[in-house]
């Protein structure tokens, strides 16, 4: 697999943060995720974040799962730790990895497809145990890299690009985070930098397990079963040595609403979605009346967005389990084998 990497020279006069590095600093290699797509905006936000906050890229660890969203650690942060891992599975890596460094700034990106289906109850876990780590779900309502079918999070009667009527209720990720104990909590839209990127440095300096669902629109997609088009049937019936797809390029979809007012958005495929962005006066530490108004929001058709919760005070997995704060990684032979009597004095005190 071969990445196509950015040109490294940039205007003398362009802008630097406290560190003295460039938002070029912050870059990965160029995206091939279709032209528009809502997940290259929201690389653009974390970027920005990490570039405001003069965050040492060596400093920050992304890791992910499988999936278009999953694709784009590749595509920002070129300088940082990262780890690609398997379907679902990368909360437990980052916690794994959490617990060996405490020092880095761990950031977990998935989506709706590999957080809401067979990653599930790894999410669940990872927010349960209050790793310090900021979870961002790139939410598109399909499995996009595998062209469109229903994913856990699309809204009961939604309709597919063929037609199709989902049947199935909706995963709330959001709801799921508040309920689990999450200590900071918020849903955005990708087209909405302005809303997005001061959440992303918020649950950066956030202490726990940090969750933000953003709502990011999938721009293409055809390989349902069903179709003559699709990947499946493509091989069962065409002998060519391969087979080529365009897309037509698509410009982002933006939106810029002021706090406690409600925004249509229209999509691609001319489809409308309605934002409703949080007030200034919305009390973020009420777990209690932030569920509520999920649910009345949701009754009424429309997406929350903006910082829906977060703890007053909070504590992470290094708290739980009592851990010390030099890091699991730096141990030598004697912190990590202390000898023959202190392991009878924890056996004795554990009989």
């Known amino acids: 697999?071969?990445?196509?990497?950015?040109?490294?020279?940039?205007?003398?006069?362009?802008?630097?943060?406290?560190?003295?590095?460039?938002?070029?600093?912050?870059?990965?290699?160029?995206?091939?995720?279709?032209?528009?797509?809502?997940?290259?905006?929201?690389?653009?936000a974390v970027m920005r974040a990490c570039f405001e906050l003069s965050l040492?890229?060596?400093?920050?660890?992304?890791?992910?799962?499988?999936?278009?969203?999953?694709?784009?650690?590749?595509?920002?942060?070129?300088?940082?730790?990262?780890?690609?891992?398997?379907?679902?599975?990368?909360?437990?890596?980052?916690?794994?990895?959490?617990?060996?460094?405490?020092?880095?700034?761990?950031?977990?990106?998935?989506?709706?497809?590999?957080?809401?289906?067979?990653?599930?109850?790894?999410f669940a876990h990872s927010i349960r145990r209050g790793v310090n780590m900021v979870y961002i779900v790139e939410n598109n309502g399909v499995y996009?890299?595998?062209?469109?079918?229903?994913?856990?999070?699309?809204?009961?009667?939604?309709?597919?690009?063929?037609?199709?009527?989902?049947?199935?209720?909706?995963?709330?990720?959001?709801?799921?985070?508040?309920?689990?104990g999450a200590t900071f909590v918020a849903r955005s839209f990708s087209g909405d930098k302005t809303q997005l990127v001061p959440l992303i440095k918020a649950a950066i300096e956030h202490r726990g397990a940090a969750f933000i669902d953003c709502i990011s629109p999938c721009v293409a997609f055809n390989n349902h079963e069903g179709s003559t088009k699709s990947f499946d049937y493509v091989r069962d019936h065409n002998a060519a040595l391969n087979r080529l797809d365009f897309i037509t390029g698509r410009e982002p979809i933006t939106a810029e609403y002021d706090p406690g007012t409600t925004q249509v958005v229209r999509m691609h495929d001319g489809s409308m979605i309605r934002l409703a962005k949080l007030g200034a006066d919305y009390d973020v530490h009420d777990r209690i009346a932030a569920m509520n108004n999920l649910h009345t929001r949701q009754a009424d058709g429309e997406i929350v967005t903006g910082l829906i919760y977060m703890a007053d005070e909070s504590s992470d997995l290094h708290d739980h389990l009592g851990t010390i704060n030099q890091p699991l990684n730096e141990l030598n032979a004697p912190e990590l084998s202390p000898g023959a009597k202190t392991l009878e004095s924890i056996n004795a005190a554990l009989r």
């Open 56 to 122: 040492p890229p060596h400093r920050i660890a992304k890791l992910s799962g499988i999936g278009c969203s999953s694709k784009t650690p590749t595509y920002f942060l070129g300088q940082s730790h990262g780890f690609n891992s398997v379907h679902g599975r990368m909360p437990s890596v980052l916690t794994g990895a959490n617990l060996a460094n405490r020092d880095l700034i761990y950031l977990g990106v998935s989506g709706d497809g590999d957080s809401a289906s067979i990653g599930f109850g790894q």
């Open 1 to 44: 697999m071969s990445y196509l990497a950015k040109p490294k020279f940039h205007h003398p006069a362009i802008e630097t943060n406290d560190l003295g590095f460039t938002h070029r600093d912050y870059e990965g290699s160029i995206s091939t995720l279709c032209a528009g797509c809502g997940h290259d905006s929201i690389s653009s």
């Open 144 to 180: 996009g890299l595998t062209k469109g079918q229903f994913s856990a999070t699309s809204d009961q009667g939604s309709k597919s690009k063929r037609g199709v009527v989902n049947t199935d209720s909706a995963i709330d990720l959001v709801a799921t985070a508040l309920q689990l």
